[in-house]
């Protein structure tokens, strides 16, 4: 059973870089899958932020893309996000997740949908 | 972007009875639909990938069904544990998007 943990600071202020790490046991990253993360507001909906692979392959939301890096460290089992200049809006539970992938015609492993999740980590930016 | 719509937004059924959720995309998505169950203060869970195939260790009662456009999560004979919140998730095209869920509540 693959688990995932999220962790990093629960409070940042507005303009900061939010950074958080999906600490990954009993599933060796290395295996090549895809790992990703999504948020969701409070009250809210789920958003997907990006998706990267064992590779450094990422894919990014349009809608964050500009703000977002997302790196694997194999050597920790572990893989990260960073949210440059964050506001109020982007106060919100963040997941990390495996992402089933499956493979194109083309041979590429492309990023499906997530089957395992960590627990959420409530990120709240405020001064 | 893919827009996901589901319906309703709140659904009232009573133990025993059979739910039926709708999830609408804006444009086909072919069968790359996913269903996730999510509890107040949980991780939402996955439930049905490629539309109609169940997770590993999810229950018969719940069944997925649809292509294309539309899509539909039905749970057959509703059990407490399953009042929840339910979310359909496009992977067919980028961004990967999901609906805005639907309420599962009791009757």
């Known amino acids: 059973q693959v688990q995932l943990q999220e962790s990093g600071p629960g409070l940042v202020k507005p303009s900061e870089p939010l950074s958080l790490t999906c600490a990954v046991s009993?599933?060796?990253?290395?295996?090549?899958?895809?790992w990703g993360w999504i948020r969701q507001p409070p009250g809210k909906g789920l958003e997907w932020i990006g998706s990267?692979?064992?590779?450094?392959?990422?894919y990014y939301n349009p809608s964050l893309k500009s703000r977002v890096t997302m790196s694997v460290d194999t050597s920790k089992n572990q893989f990260s996000l960073k949210l440059s200049f964050v506001t109020a809006a982007d106060t919100a539970v963040y997941y990390c997740?495996?992402?089933?992938?499956?493979?194109?015609?083309?041979?590429?492993?492309?990023?499906?949908?997530?089957?395992?999740w960590g627990q959420g980590t409530l990120v709240t930016v405020s001064s | 972007e893919r827009v996901m719509t589901q319906s309703p937004a709140t659904l009232s059924v009573s133990p025993g009875e059979r739910a039926t959720l709708s999830c609408r995309a804006s444009q086909s998505v072919s069968s790359n639909l996913a269903w996730y169950q999510q509890k107040p203060g949980q991780a939402p869970r996955l439930l049905i990938y490629d539309a109609s195939i169940r997770a590993t260790g999810i229950p018969a009662r719940f069944s997925g069904g649809g292509s294309g456009t539309e899509f539909t999560l039905t749970i057959s004979v509703l059990q407490s544990e399953d009042f929840a919140v339910y979310y359909c998730?496009?992977?067919?095209?980028?961004?990967?998007?999901f609906g805005q869920g639907t309420k599962v509540e009791i009757k």
């Open positions: 990267i692979y064992l590779s450094g392959s990422t």
């Open positions: 997740a495996r992402v089933n992938q499956r493979v194109d015609t083309a041979l590429d492993h492309i990023p499906t949908y997530f089957d395992y």
């Open positions: 998730q496009q992977y067919n095209n980028w961004p990967r998007t």
């Open positions: 009993d599933y060796s990253i290395s295996s090549g899958n895809y």
